[in-house]
């Protein structure tokens, strides 16, 4: 409370709101002590705008693509009735995709980047209060106009400017400072892991955390908040690496973690530090490809976009072997049958399947989460529509975590809740965090009686340990 | 007036078509950056590409077509027939012939007067769309309606030239010159989607192909 009071009264305090990313431990505290934004989105309201930056930038990245997408736009809005928001606001012409992204990037670059103070707030309300970057409507656009992206690319120029919201630029400064998405170092880390590993051995003797094993054929990386808030998620990772007999490692340094709450802010450069840590970490360790946990924009940052933010032209992550998502390790392991589980144990109720968007419709991963869902369930129900054309939970792009488009964000979440309700499954598996998250979020917003897992405690549940695995008591 | 509209001015028009049609589609081509677009462009993108294209070139064919089958039906019609009619006519097909010696297969002149018909009945849907669908309406501008007017011009002076309506050489040059301006006017308005639509999906294609999934074999279902 204190601080708080110092944050909002201190005259001597450089401007919260400003241009500069958060590169320092103290800049970062000095922002977080500031309660919700509240000084940090009074000052936001008289920031100018640079509009010869805005201009020089705009010379320098906006191409033909882009361009071409806003030209050619046929003014058909066919893309309304794909966007969640559209739907879950009573279908509000104002919130047809391309309306959206006419009425701010298209007239910032009308306008050549001449725009005011005013007009960057209703910009930053749009990108991040009306768009969460799924890019469901780009599938459906005759001319391929992906808006999801355009979006992606206008938080950039936003960011640019100082035009983000307050969480996400905290976000950002904790990926500048630690290297991952929450404040937490390496050591705490590796500590966290190997006391889960400690309090778990007993049910499994023999588990042990590998840590830098040169030559491995996993490095796992995973999102900060499983340390910092969900340590059983670490366990059972490793728990599942243990019982598959996998050869597996974590890295010790900066690269442990994969997500980019950057990317959610349009950080780029900050994006390109992010995921060279942890291919850094993977060159350093030689390991043969990467395991990434179960979150769809970790997947997105590190493996299908960061490649280009770390300046590789095959647009692929380092590794001799195809770096995965979790889900593509677990349906390897089910294949393979180091993975066994008793089909006694299927999952009886019926129950449906979350698509995040990140590994979905923007990796492909269509089929194997289905696949998964084969083994796991009796009763599996899709959600409709599913697959590629699946809506957003309507928390991602960092939706879920911004308090000043929290309204925004509950009446998005709707949609999916009543794709969910339409199903007639009170079980909804979702193997991504920010996915999970909105599921949750919508139960205690709409409370429709449901629940949620990933995968990990699932399998758990159902995997046949062998024998020489168990611990002496239950072997017997 | 009409030796030059149907002399030099077909030569300049058509010129000023080709060319800027090509400058349109090299320009974006060159604009294209792997690293800005965060796409690995190569060979390997052009399954997806072939797919994007293919899936919206036919109605019916990608889940948006399906969606909005109305629409669907509207917009194929209209292009079909506004690329279909000026191709195949007879009236047209006699001029090529005289001119350079080529001809093909040609619509009766009963079928391209239904045609004609039929393609006028498409653009009105078109246009009352852009009038009474709240989205639609929100997104028109007068640029849209300019662009509808500019291709159903060639049409409608067609139409009439053909059933002689009014003073026939006049009617004639002012078709002429609607057709003329409609081939101008597609590399410099939104009319470029004649090869950006194309461009644009292509490059689409390969993101999905190559980045976003196609490199696991399904790739994207349109």
């Known amino acids: 409370m204190a601080a708080e009071a110092a944050v909002a009264n201190d005259q001597n305090l450089p401007p919260l709101a400003n241009r500069t990313p958060v590169k320092t431990e103290e800049a970062l505290k000095t922002l977080l002590a500031d309660r919700g934004g509240k000084r940090y989105y009074a000052e936001l309201k008289k920031l100018d705008v640079d509009k010869e930056a805005l201009k020089k930038t705009l010379d320098m990245t906006f191409k033909s693509r882009m361009k071409t997408w806003l030209e050619i736009c046929a003014h058909c809005a066919m893309c309304a009735e794909t966007c969640l928001y559209y739907i879950a606001n009573d279908r509000d012409p104002k919130q047809t995709p391309s309306y959206k992204i006419q009425t701010t990037l298209g007239e910032i670059v009308k306008r050549k980047g001449d725009v005011d103070n005013a007009f960057m707030w209703y910009c930053m309300d749009t990108a991040w209060g009306k768009c969460t970057c799924c890019t469901r409507c780009g599938i459906y656009c005759p001319f391929g106009i992906d808006m999801g992206v355009m979006f992606g690319y206008l938080r950039g120029l936003l960011y640019s400017q100082g035009f983000v919201p307050f969480e996400l630029k905290i976000g950002a400064g904790m990926h500048w400072v630690y290297n991952a998405q929450m404040d937490v170092t390496p050591v705490d880390y590796v500590e966290t892991m190997e006391w889960m590993a400690e309090e778990w051995e007993e049910y499994y003797p023999g588990l042990t955390i590998p840590v830098d094993k040169e030559g491995a054929d996993i490095m796992y990386v995973v999102n900060a908040r499983e340390p910092k808030h969900y340590p059983e998620d670490l366990a059972e990772a490793a728990v599942l690496f243990h019982l598959t007999g996998a050869d597996w490692t974590i890295p010790s340094t900066v690269g442990w973690e994969g997500t980019s709450l950057a990317m959610f802010a349009g950080d780029w450069p900050c994006c390109t530090q992010q995921v060279k840590a942890v291919y850094s970490a993977m060159e350093r360790l030689k390991v043969k490809r990467y395991v990434g946990t179960e979150c769809g924009h970790q997947h997105r940052a590190t493996i299908t976009e960061g490649p280009y933010w770390a300046g590789r032209r095959d647009g692929l992550p380092p590794g001799e072997k195809p770096s995965l998502h979790y889900v593509e390790w677990v349906l390897e392991v089910l294949k393979s049958g180091a993975l066994k589980l008793d089909p006694a144990k299927k999952i009886k109720e019926p129950v449906t399947l979350q698509d995040p968007c990140n590994y979905i419709r923007n990796h492909g991963l269509t089929d194997v989460t289905r696949e998964i869902m084969s083994y796991i369930a009796e009763d599996f129900r899709e959600m409709s529509p599913n697959r590629e054309h699946n809506f957003c939970c309507g928390g991602g792009g960092g939706a879920n975590g911004i308090g000043l488009y929290r309204k925004e964000r509950d009446i998005g979440l709707k949609v999916k809740r009543d794709q969910i309700l339409a199903t007639g499954a009170k079980f909804v598996v979702s193997p991504c965090h920010n996915c999970w998250d909105a599921i949750r979020d919508l139960e205690e917003v709409y409370k429709i009686g449901i629940k949620w897992s990933f995968l990990k405690p699932i399998l758990l549940k159902q995997v046949i340990v062998p024998d020489h695995m168990k611990p002496k008591e239950e072997a017997a | ?222």
């Open chain 2, 1 to 222: 007036m009409y030796e030059f509209v149907s002399g030099p001015l077909v030569w300049i028009s058509f010129g000023i078509f080709f060319i800027g049609c090509l400058v349109r589609v090299i320009s974006y081509i060159k604009g294209l950056d792997w690293a800005k677009d965060r796409v690995a462009y190569s060979a390997k993108g052009i399954p997806g590409a072939v797919k994007s294209i293919v899936y919206w070139l036919f109605p019916f064919g990608s889940q948006a077509w399906k969606d909005n089958p109305v629409f669907t039906i509207g917009t194929f019609v209209f292009h079909l027939c506004l690329l279909g009619i000026p191709i195949f006519l007879l009236g047209h097909n006699i001029l090529w012939d005289e001119s350079w010696g080529i001809s093909w297969w040609t619509l009766s002149d009963s079928t391209a007067d239904w045609m004609t018909l039929i393609f006028f009945v498409a653009a009105i849907f078109l246009v009352i769309r852009r009038i009474v669908n709240p989205n639609v309406k929100l997104l028109t501008t007068g640029y849209d309606y300019l662009i509808i007017a500019i291709a159903a011009a060639p049409f409608v002076t067609g139409y009439m030239a053909y059933h002689q309506w009014f003073d026939y050489k006049t009617i004639l040059i002012i078709h002429i010159l609607a057709g003329e301006a409609m081939l101008i006017a597609i590399p410099f308005t939104k009319l470029s989607h004649f090869v950006l639509f194309f461009c644009s999906r292509a490059q689409l294609g390969m993101d999905y192909g190559i980045k976003r999934g196609g490199r696991y074999g399904r790739g994207i279902c349109w």
